[in-house]
T-cell receptor
Framework: QKEVEQNSGPLSVPEGAIASLNCTYS??????FFWYRQYSGKSPELIMF????GDKEDGRFTAQLNKASQYVSLLIRDSQPSDSATYLC?????????FGTGTRLLVSP | DVKVTQSSRYLVKRTGEKVFLECVQD?????MFWYRQDPGLGLRLIYF???????EKGDIPEGYSVSREKKERFSLILESASTNQTSMYLC????????????FGQGTRLTVV
């Protein structure tokens, strides 16, 4: 079992819709969870991190964490074509940082 | 600005060669990581280091070794390069604390022929 699992997609949504990206993790020792966005040929860039159960909002993005279910999600409201990218979920303790395989998001105009 | 710099953007090596990939960060981060990224497989952790001279195996350490003689520098070594090591290699660094961002280098596209 992979430590961090994501659906590879692609997830296709129309412009203006809400995109919902999901991730599960297996290591209950994980303490922090991250969402990175990666455009083709570029390095990942951080969108959000979360380490407490519940929701965390930043602009159009909302991260949700449920430690009991070992589940992390990212909601993107008012999706834009520029949001089309691969979204990587990651989990970490104090040292190790492990990524999922990523979900490709396609936002059509 | 935090900077993580990888020594090469593109590299072509022959099968059997010993290959060194260098990564330098300028923010005094304790943790450094080497990943490889392949289509459909995401970022797979090769090795990481949480202190000078300390190293831990990640998920796919076979065929690789690492060196961390100074805090700012983390080297990935391919002892005898093989064609299945053709990949994008990404270095990252973080502070040793909860909820801290990983900063990535620009990546090295390695082709082994």
């Amino acid at each position: 079992q992979k430590e961090v699992e994501q659906n590879s997609g692609p997830l296709s949504v129309p412009e203006g819709a809400i995109a919902s990206l999901n991730c599960t993790y297996s290591d209950r020792g994980s303490q922090s969870f991250f969402w990175y966005r990666q455009y083709s040929g570029k390095s990942p860039e951080l969108i959000m991190f979360i380490y407490s159960n519940g929701d965390k909002e930043d602009g159009r993005f909302t991260a949700q964490l449920n430690k009991a279910s070992q589940y992390v999600s990212l909601l993107i409201r008012d999706s834009q074509p520029s949001d089309s990218a691969t979204y990587l979920c990651a989990a970490s303790g104090f040292q190790k940082l492990v990524f999922g395989t990523g979900t490709r998001l396609l936002v059509s105009p | 600005d935090v900077k993580v710099t990888q020594s090469s953007r593109y590299l072509v090596k022959r099968t059997g060669e010993k290959v060194f990939l260098e990564c330098v960060q300028d923010m005094d981060h304790e943790n450094m990581f080497w990943y490889r990224q392949d289509p459909g497989l995401g970022l797979r952790l090769i090795y990481f280091s949480y202190d000078v001279k300390m190293k831990e195996k990640g998920d796919i350490p076979e065929g690789y070794s690492v060196s961390r003689e100074k805090k700012e520098r983390f080297s990935l070594i391919l002892e005898s390069a093989s064609t299945n090591q053709t990949s994008m290699y990404l270095c990252a660094s973080t502070v040793r604390a909860i909820g801290t961002e990983a900063f990535f280098g620009q990546g090295t596209r390695l082709t082994v022929v």
